[in-house]
């Protein structure tokens, strides 16, 4: 007879976290650092600086950022929408360029594109020259505003919101649509009332992009003169160098930011969105022929004209015309570039790697929540994990040369300030979702049950991940690598802050070049910018239309 062993009650298990999980906390303390670090130097003085710039900015700052959001989110919901209605619901000549056309803006960062519409409307330009017997004061100084800023945000981010809402509008019901159309409502009334409202949830997921994208930029606003949180962050830190009152600005930056994330989450449980698992249940196509393919051609052309071919246009002259007088000058910034790009990208990748891997080897809520937090530095504008990072970096710093120097009389200094490893931090808390998203969802597309599979077998994760994983995410990585890549190569905010001296790159010496009025060789830089950015636009496009297909990475 088999004995029965004893059951033991009241043994506590601990916890043990192996080192997938210690390196995932690790990143994860890191993404929030930034946020610790402002919320916590919230108690302490707040100084000078900061009076001074309650008593005389704080309202302006307040009032401007307020009005450049309402009027960019307005415009870019104008415009957007009606093209991906256009897109969506009608068939016209031109209709397949359009589709993939209008994404082409988000090649072109606001602040590059303001200095080719100034460009365009610069002292001795021919549109200034046809204006000029009709206004006091030349076009650009009408342009070089607060109006001004929105009408180019709107046109460079409004992408954005179209990509968002156009998927929402293709994959809605065809027999909701087709039942409106039977009971007598027009094409306009079954937007309104029917389309419309089951989209609601995926335009305030892409209206808050734009107001993330919008109060991350300080190139435009700053080449503007239109003085937005962003901007006092930068003129407490540099003009003033107070890092109080920086630090304070953040916060409050931060709270807007949050609660519009917040706002943006409460909408979509709210609301859900209206789908189809079959395909060939979406709506069929209005044909639209002669003139009556006029509303649709021309809700699709002004955003494409306005937000990629004019100032592209305005770019490649420049090209054409500068690039032999730049060839000493663009090589320097055009390496540090390449090299920051390069090594972000397989930086970010690895980590991404490591959070998304660790979630799929335990599969616990905490993990998860975990993993999304990790993401959540692109939330953030640049400037505010800039000024989150630097002081708890500096003081770590200046403990490890007070060790050293205590305890073997060597000096370290501020030894990562003055590297581009500050720099590489930055970056990583910044762009790490732009990595996380894709590898996630290959990961549960292709690698989850071989995976499992190959861990049975005896396989260890690190085995499973190098023989197995790796191999069928090849391509998956390479779309995350161009996407951080170019986003790299074109971030102005935080590489204004964080580079270290004498480190120019192609976004840092367009912006100087710019605010010297050196146009033209400013805009023949930036369009190398704008080339590279085509690249993830291209590979966007095709994930979007489904040209590129599950297997892709194999």
């Not at 506590?12 to 993404?31: A, E, G, H, N």
């Not at 519409?117 to 002292?123: H, K, P, W």
């Not at 990961?443 to 690190?462: H, Q, S, V, W």
Request: charge should be positive; proline fraction near 5%; glycine fraction near 6%.
């Amino acid at each position: 007879m088999s004995k029965t062993l004893p059951i033991k009650y009241g043994r506590r298990y601990k916890w043990r976290p192996d080192s997938w999980q210690i390196l995932s906390f690790s990143i994860v303390f890191l993404v929030l650092l930034p946020l610790i670090s402002i919320l916590s130097n919230l108690f302490g003085p707040a100084g000078d600086a900061w009076q001074h710039i309650v008593d005389t900015n704080l309202l302006h700052y307040i009032r401007t950022s307020a009005l450049l959001i309402l009027g960019t989110t307005l415009l870019s919901a104008l415009i957007a929408v009606s093209s991906a209605w256009a897109i969506a619901f009608y068939d016209f000549p031109g209709r397949r360029f359009f589709e993939w056309a209008l994404i082409l803006p988000l090649a072109l960062p606001a602040y590059i594109s303001a200095y080719a519409y100034i460009g365009i409307l610069d002292y001795d330009s021919l549109v200034q020259q046809l204006l000029a017997p009709l206004l006091p004061l030349p076009i650009r100084e009408y342009f070089m505003s607060l109006s001004g800023a929105i009408f180019i945000f709107a046109f460079a981010l409004y992408p954005y919101l179209y990509l968002i809402t156009r998927i929402a509008f293709q994959r809605q019901s065809r027999t909701i649509l087709e039942s409106a159309r039977l009971l007598g409502h027009s094409s306009r009334s079954i937007f309104w009332k029917v389309a419309l409202p089951l989209s609601r949830p995926a335009i305030a997921a892409g209206l808050a992009l734009i107001f993330m994208e919008t109060m991350n930029d300080y190139g435009l606003v700053k080449y503007f003169g239109v003085y937005t949180f962003t901007t006092g962050i930068f003129e407490a830190w540099y003009e003033l160098d107070a890092s109080a009152a920086a630090t304070r600005l953040s916060a409050l930056l931060m709270l807007l930011t949050f609660g519009m994330i917040g706002l943006e989450l409460w909408q979509r449980r709210q609301k859900g969105y209206a789908s189809s698992s079959n395909m060939d249940l979406t709506l069929s196509r209005v044909k639209k022929r002669g003139s009556k393919a006029i509303f649709p051609l021309v809700v699709c052309f002004l955003p494409f004209f306005f937000g990629f071919l004019l100032p592209g246009t305005q770019l490649a002259s420049w090209s054409i015309g500068s690039i032999g007088k730049l060839e000493s000058e663009f090589l320097t910034p055009f390496l540090n570039s390449m090299m920051l790009a390069s090594t972000t990208a397989i930086i970010i990748v690895a980590v991404a790697l490591v959070v998304v891997y660790t979630t799929h080897l335990h599969r616990s809520t905490e993990m998860k929540l975990l993993s999304k937090i990790s993401t959540l530095g692109y939330s953030i504008p640049g400037a505010i994990i800039a000024i989150g990072i630097i002081a708890p970096f500096v003081y770590f710093q200046r403990t490890v040369h007070e060790f050293m120097t205590g305890v073997f009389g060597i000096s370290t200094g501020l030894f990562l300030s003055s590297t581009i490893g500050f720099l590489l931090i930055g970056y990583t808390i910044r762009f790490l979702a732009l990595a996380f998203n894709p590898l996630e969802s290959g990961f549960e597309r292709n690698c989850r049950n071989l995976d499992e599979a190959a861990r049975i077998l005896g396989r260890t994760p690190l085995q499973a991940l190098r023989e197995v994983d790796l191999p069928l995410l090849r391509g998956t990585i390479f779309t995350a690598a161009i996407l951080v890549f170019v986003d790299v190569l074109k971030d102005l905010p935080l590489t204004l802050l964080l580079a270290p001296p004498n480190f120019p790159t192609l976004a840092t010496e367009a912006h100087y070049l710019a605010e010297n009025e050196v146009i033209a060789q400013a805009g023949t830089i930036a369009s190398a910018i704008v080339l590279a950015g085509m690249i993830p636009v291209y590979i966007l496009n095709r994930l979007m239309t489904g040209d590129l297909t599950e297997n892709t990475e194999q």
